[in-house]
Every structure is written in structure tokens, then in C-alpha cells.
């Protein structure tokens, strides 16, 4: 074998290593189930809803849910609208779509057990499914009224369900 021969042999096993090495990530990306959410998770939401009158009152939330391989939540937070603060359970679905995005709808209660209100959000799960992040995309009061949110939350995986 000539040495420009084995040079090219060995410029294509270089390039043919970097691409095979990149490919394998790829392979996985989009792998995911509803069972990858499935587990223990403590979240964070931050920001603001605006109210009809077109004044932004703040809004932080701190909580737990748990999420079954069907899709099935339920939690509990507490929260400060406006800096009034009070504790609430949710009760929920979620659906994860195989790109790791995916919705859900959730239904909060007061410790009375009233429906405050139904919120729908948009998520995302990345760090091979044990982190999401999501935004609120709609808050429905029990008389049907809307408010308008600018909510972000951040979703850290505290226990994977077993399997």
C-alpha cells in the first residue's frame, strides 16, 4: 500500500469515527415516551398573569407532583399571587410527544377543595428526561373567565418511577 493510500484510509477512518460518534446521539434524540415523565418531580414557576384591567400582578409558585406512566398528575404547591400566599393541590394529564415535548392540562384546588382554577401548559423534558421546562399557556377561572399569563416553569426530576 502506497503512503497516499494509507493516508486516505486513515482521513476516512478519522471522518468515518467523528460522524458514527455523532450519530449515536442523534439515534436517541426524540426517544421519548409518556414513561419517561413518569416519576417524582419539584418545580419552580416564575412571573406574572395579566388581568383584564391590563395590570400585571407576580406570580411564584414552588411544588411537587407525581406523574404515572399513563400520564396521570397529581401534586401539591405553594403560591403567591400578588404576594398573597396559600397551598393547593393539582390534579392532571400530560401527554409526551416522541421529540420530548409535549402538554399538559392541570386542575388546582384551594385547602378547601374548591376549584380555583385550570391551567394548560406547554413543556419540554431534556437531560435525558430528567429536567423540563415549560410554559403556561392558558388559566381558566371556575366562572370561565381567562387571564393572560407570562409563566415559565423549571422541572427538576427528584425520584424515577421503577420499572
Known amino acids: 500500500m502506497t ?4 493516508y486516505t484510509l ?6 468515518f469515527t467523528i460522524f458514527s460518534g455523532t450519530m449515536a446521539p442523534l439515534a436517541h434524540a426524540g426517544a421519548c415516551s409518556q414513561a419517561t415523565a413518569a416519576g ?14 391590563g395590570a400585571a400582578i407576580p406570580v411564584v409558585q414552588v411544588g411537587t407532583f407525581r406523574e404515572d406512566r399513563a400520564g396521570n398528575l397529581e401534586g401539591s404547591q405553594t403560591r403567591s399571587v400578588g404576594g398573597s400566599v396559600g397551598k393547593e ?3 392532571g ?3 409526551v410527544h416522541p421529540d420530548c415535548s409535549g402538554t399538559a392540562t392541570l386542575a388546582l384546588y384551594d385547602e378547601s377543595g374548591s376549584l380555583v382554577r385550570t391551567t394548560t ?15 403556561i399557556t392558558s388559566i381558566v377561572l371556575p366562572n370561565g ?9 423549571d422541572y427538576r426530576r427528584v425520584f424515577s418511577l421503577e420499572k
Open 121 to 135: 401548559l406547554d413543556f419540554v423534558l431534556d437531560e435525558d428526561g430528567n429536567h423540563a421546562r415549560s410554559i
Open 93 to 95: 394529564t400530560a401527554s
Open 10 to 15: 486513515t482521513q476516512f477512518l478519522i471522518i
Open 40 to 53: 417524582r418531580w419539584a418545580f419552580t414557576v416564575t412571573g406574572s398573569i395579566i388581568l383584564p384591567t
Open 3 to 6: 503512503q497516499k493510500m494509507r
Open 89 to 91: 393541590t393539582l390534579t
Open 145 to 153: 373567565a381567562s387571564l393572560a399569563p407570562r409563566l415559565t416553569a
